[in-house]
């Protein structure tokens, strides 16, 4: 009997059959026949020291056996009040302060639809007639609708169009091309409600990257003309760029940041969106109609906090800044064993995470390349999953050198076999 389950980003019709895996452990997973596969995207981006890290891991056993769920309305736990508190701590001690306050919710996308909410919720308890949104060209937030909305329009939404609102989009900051943006973020933010930008590198749009002098530039017009500057770090955050966040690169310190998918290490769902002390001033009232509705059931699970503390633990404890570090020395390394391959184009790392364009006559995500590209990483026991031609490494921080060295090898296998020639 065929399975009941509905995949997300899934063509049925294209790919019947799920693969079956039944363990994890450092930057491999293990199939249901013994067989395994080198974690080369982090399991869709949210793996940072490795599957079943055992301090995570232990964390996550000693709560569940204490405290399960509680409703987060009016009660508080240990775990989330830790996790908050060292959140504003740390982002305090790399980025000086201002986010003062942690709101709890269970996805990327739930963490920026609680921004763009706090955004809307600020100007109007304010009684300013601020609701306008500004994007970045290519970004992607989420699937959600506030999400979508920010996100670029096409494939992604193209179906959903009536539900989604209109945003302003600035052209993406491109090499040589970086002054177009700022002008036109200049022209839209009179007005403007909030600017909201991936920092350094769109991730699903194509792993663009762009640099941390731009990111600089847009907070400060933004500060110049009061708009509210959002930082979604769901993908950027917890040393993907090679810091803790992308923002400590610019020096920039966001009105909102959005923390998501390395916040547990991988292990558990659960989000954050931090805001500073006169977003939140802005909610607080003896008035009830100027409270912050938002919510779901399992806001601030006690177990996902748990393994959320855990998870700065590792960072406090480990040296996970020295293999961020490594991980990206050996990107720099072998991507510049590419350099002079003509069959590749677009060269690019951001940290941890590097990127290239095979070339093809049909470019983009649907291109006819990715599912071949896929399969063929598959049969050599690596999870790369291409966006499209752009093939991109996000490996667990804890990936051997020789485990790389695996991946890029098997990228250079690619060429040879589906490369322009």
């Given at each position: 009997?065929?399975?009941p389950v509905w995949h997300p980003f ?8 799920a693969?079956?895996?039944?363990r994890g452990e450092?930057a491999?997973?293990?199939r249901?026949?013994?067989t395994r596969?080198?974690d ?7 793996i940072?020291?490795?599957h079943?890290?055992p301090?995570?891991?232990s ?6 056996e204490k ?11 240990r775990?989330?009040e830790?996790?908050?508190q060292?959140?504003v701590a740390?982002?305090e001690?790399?980025?000086?302060p201002?986010?003062a ?5 269970d996805?990327g ?5 609680v921004?763009?909410k ?5 100007w109007?308890?304010?009684?300013e007639?601020?609701?306008?949104i500004i994007?970045?060209e290519?970004?992607?937030h989420?699937d ?5 909305s ?5 494939l ?5 169009e009536?539900?989604?609102f209109?945003v302003?989009r600035?052209?993406f ?6 002054q177009?943006?700022?002008?036109a ?5 009179d ?6 930008v991936e920092?350094?590198?769109l ?6 990257t762009?640099?941390a ?5 847009m907070?400060?017009i933004?500060?110049n003309?009061?708009?509210l500057f959002?930082a979604d770090?769901?993908m950027?955050?917890f ?6 966040t992308?923002?400590e690169q610019?020096?920039?310190n966001p009105?909102?940041m959005c923390?998501a998918k390395g916040?547990?290490?991988g ?7 931090l ?5 939140f001033?802005?909610?607080y009232s003896?008035?009830r109609?100027?409270?912050f509705f938002?919510?779901s059931s399992?806001?601030?699970?006690p ?6 503390v855990?998870?700065l ?9 020295e293999?961020l570090s490594a ?5 720099t ?10 069959r590749f184009?677009?060269l690019r790392?951001?940290g941890?995470?590097?990127a290239l364009d095979l070339?093809v006559a049909?470019?983009?995500?649907l291109?006819?390349i990715?599912?071949?590209l ?19 490494l996000?490996?667990?921080?804890c990936?051997g050198?020789?485990e ?5 090898d098997?990228i250079?296998?690619a060429a040879?076999e589906?490369?322009a020639?």
């Amino acid at each position: 009997m065929s399975s009941p389950v509905w995949h997300p980003f899934t063509q049925h019709a294209l790919q019947p059959e799920a693969i079956e895996i039944a363990r994890g452990e450092g930057a491999w997973l293990e199939r249901a026949d013994g067989t395994r596969l080198l974690d080369c995207i982090s399991s869709w981006w949210v793996i940072t020291h490795g599957h079943c890290h055992p301090r995570i891991v232990s964390a996550i056993r000693d709560q569940a056996e204490k405290l399960d769920q509680v409703i987060f309305a009016g009660f508080t736990h240990r775990p989330a009040e830790e996790l908050a508190q060292r959140l504003v701590a740390r982002l305090e001690a790399k980025l000086g302060p201002k986010l003062a306050h942690v709101f709890f919710s269970d996805s990327g996308s739930t963490a920026v639809e609680v921004a763009l909410k706090m955004a809307l919720g600020y100007w109007r308890n304010l009684g300013e007639k601020r609701t306008r949104i500004i994007a970045l060209e290519h970004a992607y937030h989420g699937d959600t609708i506030g999400t979508m909305s920010t996100g670029a329009r096409g494939l992604f939404n193209a179906a959903y169009e009536p539900l989604l609102f209109d945003v302003t989009r600035l052209p993406f900051p491109a090499p040589g091309q970086e002054q177009r943006t700022l002008d036109a973020l200049r022209a839209a933010c009179d007005g403007a409600a909030a600017l909201i930008v991936e920092p350094l590198l769109l991730g699903a749009g194509g792993m663009l990257t762009y640099g941390a002098d731009v990111l600089r530039e847009m907070q400060n017009i933004c500060r110049n003309t009061q708009t509210l500057f959002i930082a979604d770090e769901v993908m950027t955050g917890f040393g993907r760029t090679g810091t803790f966040t992308a923002c400590e690169q610019a020096g920039v310190n966001p009105d909102i940041m959005c923390l998501a998918k390395g916040i547990t290490g991988g292990s558990m769902p659960l989000a954050v969106t931090l805001a500073s002390q006169a977003i939140f001033d802005a909610h607080y009232s003896t008035d009830r109609t100027k409270t912050f509705f938002h919510s779901s059931s399992y806001t601030a699970n006690p177990i996902a906090c748990a393994a959320a503390v855990a998870n700065l633990n590792v960072w406090d404890e480990e040296p996970v800044l020295e293999r961020l570090s490594a991980l990206s020395a050996l990107h720099t390394k072998h991507l510049a064993g590419f350099a002079d391959d003509n069959r590749f184009s677009g060269l690019r790392q951001c940290g941890t995470i590097a990127a290239l364009d095979l070339r093809v006559a049909d470019e983009g995500y649907l291109a006819g390349i990715g599912p071949k590209l896929y399969a063929f990483f598959l049969a050599r026991g690596l999870l790369i999953r291409p966006l499209g031609n752009t093939i991109y490494l996000m490996p667990p921080y804890c990936i051997g050198a020789g485990e790389l060295a695996e991946a890029y090898d098997a990228i250079s296998a690619a060429a040879d076999e589906f490369g322009a020639r």
